[in-house]
Structures are given as C-alpha cells and as structure tokens.
Nanobody
Framework: VQLQACGGGLVQAGGSLRLSCAAS????????MGWFRQLPGKEREFVAA????????LYADSVKGRFTISRDNAKNTVYLQMNSLKPEETAVYYC??????????????????WGQGTKVTVSS
C-alpha cells in the first residue's frame, strides 16, 4: 500500500490550499482515510477522516467549517480542501489509511498506512 500526499506550499493567512493523497496498492473502498498534521515540536494531531465507501466524514473541532475532506473513487484519491488558513496551522500534513472496522477515528494509532507528508506554511 502506498499513499502519496502532495499539494502543500506557502500561503498567506486567510488563503486556501488543496491537498491530495493518491492511494495505490489495493482497493480502498473498505478503508477509512484520514488527514493528520504535525506542528513543529508537537505530536501528530487529527484533522479529518472520511469513510471511503459511504463518504461520511469527521472533523477536528478546530477545522470544522473551514476544511473539507472528500474522495474521488475513479482516481483513488482523497483531498483536503483547506480554507481560511491560519499561521498556527503551519505543519506537515499526512494522509493515512486504516481498516473500516476502526470507524471514523481521530486516533493516530488506529491507522496502518501513512503517506510521506506535505508541508504547509501559512504566513501572517
């Protein structure tokens, strides 16, 4: 299983970015896909998750209303649309995959596969 995240970059506060996570190696229809982020000097934290089969979602309170997670079945890709970005959201963003039995989990340890991370820098 491989997860390839991309789309990070430099954006001004209040701006938007869309991250992509291309999944390969197996059929992901029975997986939960998640986005996490790791701020400098901090532990990895949950951002959003989506159940691939049904499209149901879960968000961290801090990003509700600003971030949207979605998936494209044909492209085997998960997206994270990030709007109204804040400087304190500067971090490396990671996509992850876990078995459907975990449900829409916000716990890092429940995910089995991780992408390499893509860096997002929000300038003030």
């Amino acid at each position: 299983v491989q997860l390839q995240a991309c789309g990070g970059g430099l954006v001004q506060a209040g701006g938007s970015l869309r991250l992509s996570c291309a999944a390969s190696g197996r059929t992901f229809s029975s997986y939960i896909m998640g986005w996490f982020r790791q701020l400098p000097g901090k532990e990895r934290e949950f951002v959003a998750a989506i159940r691939w089969s049904r499209g149901t979602t879960l968000y961290a309170d801090s990003v509700k209303g600003r971030f949207t997670i979605s998936r494209d079945n044909a492209k085997n890709t998960v997206y994270l649309q990030m709007n109204s970005l804040k400087p304190e959201e500067t971090a490396v963003y990671y996509c992850a995959a876990g078995p459907q039995r975990i449900g829409l989990s916000d716990y890092v340890g429940m995910y089995d596969y991780w992408g390499q991370g893509t860096k997002v820098t929000v300038s003030s």
